[in-house]
C-alpha cells in the first residue's frame, strides 16, 4: 500500500506544490470529522467487512518555522510570541488524509501561486474557515479532493469542486461526492445492462450522469460540444471571470514520437487560466482579436494530480493540451466538451455574444482606416458579469472624468 501511494502523481505534484509555496511548518490534527468523509463511510465504508476509521487526520501547513513548544505556548499563552494573527498571516491550508488504502487525499484547500504580476487569474476562489485547536484560520481557496474509486469516479470529484463554487454563488446545497455519485445514477445509465448498472462501487459518468447531477442541485448544464483551442479559451474566460467553474472533459493520450495511444476519457474543473502571450492571437481570417486569446495555461482541479494543476496549450494546430501526467511517452489531453453549471436566468449563450461583437468589429474595421487611421485595432474583452459588478464598472470608469465622484 506504501508503495502504490508512493506511485500516485499527488506526491510529486505536492512536493513541488509546497516548494513553490515555501511550507516550513507542518501542524498535524488527528481524529477530524470530516463532513464529506463521513457521507461516504456512512454510505459504503461503514458495511464493508474491512473495519475503516471514521476519523481522518488533517495537516495544516504554515510558510513560517516554529516549534511544536512555541505552537503549544500560542494555544494556551496570552503572552506568547507566535501570536494568531502569525499564524493566520502564514497559514497555506489545509490537507484531509482519509483512513483508506489508496485514496487518501480527501478534502484539500489549499493557497494558489502568485499572481505573477497580473498574470495568472484564479476567480472562483472562496474563504474556507479552519479552527486549529480553537485557533480561528482562513484559507482563500476551493476544495479539491482526489478520485475515490469506490463511491465516485473522476467526473464526480470535478463536479464536487465545481459545486463548492456554484455553490456560494448560487445559493445551493453541496452535495458530498457519494450523494453525486447517487444523483447522476439515479437512473440506469445508458448503454448498460440492467444488471451491472451499480451505483457503488462507481466506475465513472457518462455526460447525461453529469447533467443529471447538475439539476440535482437546482442548476442548469449547459455543454460546449468539441471546443477549437479558440472557443475553448473564449468560453472558460468568459464564464470564470463571473466565477463560474467549468468542468473540461478530455480524451488523454500517451504520445511516442508520432503514435498516439487513447488511454481513456477524464474530466477535471477548470479553476483559472494564465494570460501568458502579450498579444491576443487574431481570429482566422477576420483579424478580430480577443483578450481570452492571451491565455497560454489553464489551471485544473484533475483529481489524479492536484489542486490547481497546469494544461498548457502545445500543439495549437492539433488542439493539444500538455499535462501533469506520467506515461511510457508524454500524456497529451485533447478537449472533448466543457459542461457548464448555470443558474437559470442565465440564458444568452456566450457564442450568441461573441458573433454579435464580431460583426460590430467588422462594421468598425471598415470605418477605421478613413475616420481614425492611427488608432489600432480594437481588442475585445468579453466575459459573463453581475448588474453589481457591471454598476461598480461603470462608477469606476467614470469616477476620474468627473472629478472624484458621480452623484
Known amino acids: 500500500e506504501a ?93 484531509v488524509l482519509k483512513p483508506l488504502p489508496q485514496t487518501i487525499i480527501g478534502r484539500t484547500c489549499l493557497v494558489t501561486y502568485g499572481d505573477d504580476r497580473g498574470r495568472r487569474f484564479f476567480p472562483i476562489l472562496r474563504d474556507y474557515e479552519v479552527n486549529l485547536f480553537g485557533i480561528p484560520l482562513t484559507v482563500r481557496s ?38 453525486i455519485t447517487k444523483a447522476a445514477t439515479r437512473h440506469v445509465p445508458e448503454n448498460l445492462p440492467a444488471n451491472s448498472a451499480r451505483a457503488l462501487p462507481n466506475n465513472g459518468l457518462t455526460a447525461t450522469q453529469m447533467a443529471i447531477a447538475i439539476r440535482d442541485v437546482g442548476l442548469e448544464p449547459y ?45 477535471v474543473a477548470v479553476t483559472g487560466f494564465s494570460l501568458g ?44 493540451l500538455a499535462t501533469s501526467w506520467q506515461g511510457a511517452g508524454t500524456i497529451e489531453a485533447r478537449p472533448w466538451f466543457l459542461l457548464l453549471p448555470l443558474y437559470h436566468k442565465i440564458r444568452i449563450p456566450f457564442e450568441n455574444i461573441h458573433d454579435a461583437i464580431l460583426e460590430l468589429d467588422h462594421f468598425l474595421e471598415q470605418a477605421r482606416p478613413q475616420v481614425y487611421p492611427t488608432l489600432p485595432r480594437t481588442e475585445w474583452d468579453i466575459f459573463l458579469t453581475t448588474v453589481s459588478q457591471l454598476k461598480s464598472d461603470i462608477h469606476m470608469t467614470l469616477r476620474p472624468l468627473l472629478g472624484g465622484g458621480v452623484e
Open 3 to 95: 508503495e502504490d501511494v508512493k506511485r500516485k502523481l499527488h506526491l510529486r505534484y505536492f512536493t513541488d506544490y509546497f516548494a513553490e509555496l515555501v511550507a516550513l511548518t507542518i501542524v498535524v490534527e488527528p481524529g477530524y470529522v470530516d463532513h464529506d468523509y463521513l457521507e461516504d463511510y456512512a454510505a459504503y465504508y461503514v458495511r464493508c467487512f474491512e473495519t475503516y476509521q471514521r476519523t481522518t487526520t488533517r495537516l495544516h501547513f504554515f510558510r513560517r518555522d516554529f516549534s511544536a513548544s512555541e505552537f503549544r505556548s500560542a494555544l494556551t499563552d496570552d503572552d506568547s510570541p507566535l501570536k494568531s494573527a502569525d499564524l493566520q498571516e502564514a497559514y497555506l491550508g489545509f490537507v
Open 142 to 179: 476551493l476544495a479539491y479532493q482526489e478520485q475515490d474509486t469506490v463511491v465516485a469516479a473522476c467526473a464526480t470529484s470535478a463536479l464536487w469542486s465545481c459545486f463548492q463554487g456554484t455553490g456560494r454563488l448560487f445559493q445551493h446545497a453541496i452535495p458530498s461526492p457519494v450523494e
Open 223 to 267: 455543454i460546449v460540444a468539441s471546443p477549437s483551442a479558440y472557443l475553448l479559451n473564449s468560453s472558460l474566460y468568459a464564464y470564470l471571470r463571473c466565477r463560474i467553474p467549468l468542468i473540461l472533459t478530455i480524451h488523454l493520450y500517451d504520445v511516442i514520437g508520432g503514435t498516439e495511444t487513447l488511454l481513456g476519457a477524464h474530466a
Open 277 to 320: 502571450h502579450s498579444n491576443p492571437v487574431p481570429h482566422t481570417s477576420t483579424g478580430f482579436l480577443l483578450r481570452a486569446t492571451r491565455i497560454d495555461k489553464i489551471y485544473a482541479h484533475d483529481d489524479q494530480v492536484g489542486p490547481f494543476s497546469r494544461l498548457v496549450h502545445a500543439r495549437t494546430a492539433q488542439e493539444y
